[in-house]
Nanobody, 121 residues
Framework: VQLQASGGGLVQAGGSLRLSCAASGRTSSSRFMGWFRQAPGKEREFVAAISRSNVTIVYADAVRGRFTISTDNARNTVYLRMNSLKPEDTAVYYC???????????????WGQGTQVTVSS
């Protein structure tokens, strides 16, 4: 499975961005897709995950109510709509895919290349 993330950029605090992650290859092997992020000098952290069936959706406390994860199975794409962005949301955002939902990054089988999100104050 190959993951191609896009949609990052520079935005002012309070603004919005939408990240996209297109999956290709043997996508049927990955029941869950999601996002992690890593800020400079910090550990990688879980952001959100969704099952391809859309039955299971999980958010980190830091983004719940501001971010929305969704999938378009026809396009094998997962989205992360980010509203009310804060400077502390600044990070490289990574798309992930795997058989199981986990808050632990190593549990995912596939990773995208990352897309930079920068929120200015």
């Amino acid at each position: 499975v190959q993951l191609q993330a896009s949609g990052g950029g520079l935005v002012q605090a309070g603004g919005s961005l939408r990240l996209s992650c297109a999956a290709s290859g043997r996508t049927s092997s990955s029941r869950f897709m999601g996002w992690f992020r890593q800020a400079p000098g910090k550990e990688r952290e879980f952001v959100a995950a969704i099952s391809r069936s859309n039955v299971t959706i999980v958010y980190a406390d830091a983004v719940r109510g501001r971010f929305t994860i969704s999938t378009d199975n026809a396009r094998n794409t997962v989205y992360l709509r980010m509203n009310s962005l804060k400077p502390e949301d600044t990070a490289v955002y990574y798309c992930v895919a795997g058989q199981f939902m986990s808050y632990i990054s190593d549990r995912y089988d596939y990773w995208g290349q990352g897309t930079q999100v920068t929120v200015s104050s």
